[in-house]
Antibody, heavy 120, light 109 residues
Framework: EVYLVESGGALVQPGGSLTLSCAAS????????MTWVRQAPGKGLEWVAN????????YYVDSVKGRFTISRDNAKSSLYLQMNNLRVDDTAVYYC?????????????WGQGTLVTVSS | QTVVTQEPSFSVSPGGTVTLTCGLT?????????PSWYQQTPGQAPRTLIY???TRSSGVPGRFSGAILGNKAALTITGAQAHDESDYYC?????????FGGGTKLTVL
């Protein structure tokens, strides 16, 4: 069974930094694209970033480009999201998920999420 | 920029059938957009229901089905149950990336 466990969420001041982690198990992490999706309180889901299985390709939603960095450590089966210059509108639950391809891309397995609150 | 649209809310009676749709503010949805559908109960993580327009994810019961109906993607729930009361999100591939619809809040009553 696939397990994705996020951690690292916290209360941080605007302009601050935070790194989220996602520990993966139960599937072939080394060969899997991974993604971060977020959900602001009371709002819908929003894709944040994707990373190829070997880390050579990374994609971001425009609103986080230049501030967030997605990375992975395949030896540790872990996914990360480094978030800098955080803004109030980055407040959300952040989910990591597997990103699979079958005639097209889709998200398959999801973690339970970790809450990031940006507030002074 | 084209927006992915969904009904904000919908209601269905227990045992009934409901079809939720996913459209575009400009143009028609087709299999090229690779529609996928996700269910989310408040406070819980999303759950993948349908991908590649009409393929059920592992463990998803057969009463959930996906299709293209007219110019929209559609998720049909047949024989709705109380625990189907959730938010449902569609996602379309828009060439520049994957875009979520705003979600449909389904009430079963």
């Amino acid at each position: 069974e696939v397990y994705l466990v996020e951690s690292g969420g916290a209360l941080v001041q605007p302009g601050g930094s935070l790194t989220l982690s996602c520990a993966a198990s139960g599937f072939n992490f080394i060969n899997s694209w991974m993604t971060w999706v977020r959900q602001a309180p009371g709002k819908g889901l929003e894709w944040v970033a994707n990373i190829k299985h070997d880390g050579t390709e990374k994609y971001y939603v425009d609103s986080v480009k230049g501030r967030f960095t997605i990375s992975r450590d395949n030896a540790k089966s872990s996914l990360y999201l480094q978030m800098n210059n955080l803004r109030v509108d980055d407040t959300a639950v952040y989910y990591c998920a597997t990103f699979l391809f079958s005639n097209g891309w889709y998200w398959d397995s999801w973690g339970q999420g970790t809450l990031v609150t940006v507030s002074s | 920029q084209t927006v992915v649209t969904q009904e904000p809310s919908f209601s269905v009676s227990p045992g009934g059938t409901v079809t939720l749709t996913c459209g575009l503010t400009s143009g028609s949805v087709s299999t090229i957009h690779n529609p996928s559908w996700y269910q989310q109960t408040p406070g819980q993580a999303p759950r993948t229901l349908i991908y590649s327009t009409d393929t059920r994810s592992s463990g998803v019961p057969g009463r959930f089905s996906g299709a293209i109906l007219g110019n929209k993607a559609a998720l049909t729930i047949t024989g709705a149950q109380a625990h189907d009361e959730s938010d449902y999100y569609c996602v379309l591939y828009m060439g520049y990336g994957m875009v979520f619809g705003g979600g449909t809040k389904l009430t079963v009553l």
